[in-house]
């Protein structure tokens, strides 16, 4: 199943250190979830609605940011990890 996959690939990035943060994103969706973690970390965010996969094409940028998206994660990583994530 595709969670299980998910919670796999997280595990790995945590345990190389990658991970910075993690929020679940749930009923309050991907802008519930980010401004969750900025809270918690005091910090600001930036989100690339652009790179969101969805499972339909033209959904507008504030239905990514507004929808219920059970089963996915949020992650804060490490900038200078990033080619080795996308790997």
Do not use: C, F
């Not at 970390?41 to 690339?48: K, N």
């Not at 998206?69 to 490490?78: A, F, K, Q, V, Y």
Request: charged residues 20%; negative net charge.
């Amino acid at each position: 199943r595709i969670e299980n996959a998910l919670y796999e690939a997280v595990e790995l990035l945590n345990d190389k250190g990658v991970v910075l943060a993690l929020q679940t994103v749930g009923s309050q969706g991907i802008i519930g979830a980010a401004a969750e973690m900025a809270a918690k970390g005091e910090t600001q965010i930036t989100l690339h609605i652009d790179k969101v996969p969805t499972y339909e094409k033209g959904i507008t940028p504030r239905e990514i940011l507004i929808s219920q998206t059970w089963g996915r994660m949020l992650i804060n990583i490490d900038p200078s990890m990033l080619t080795m994530v996308m790997e």
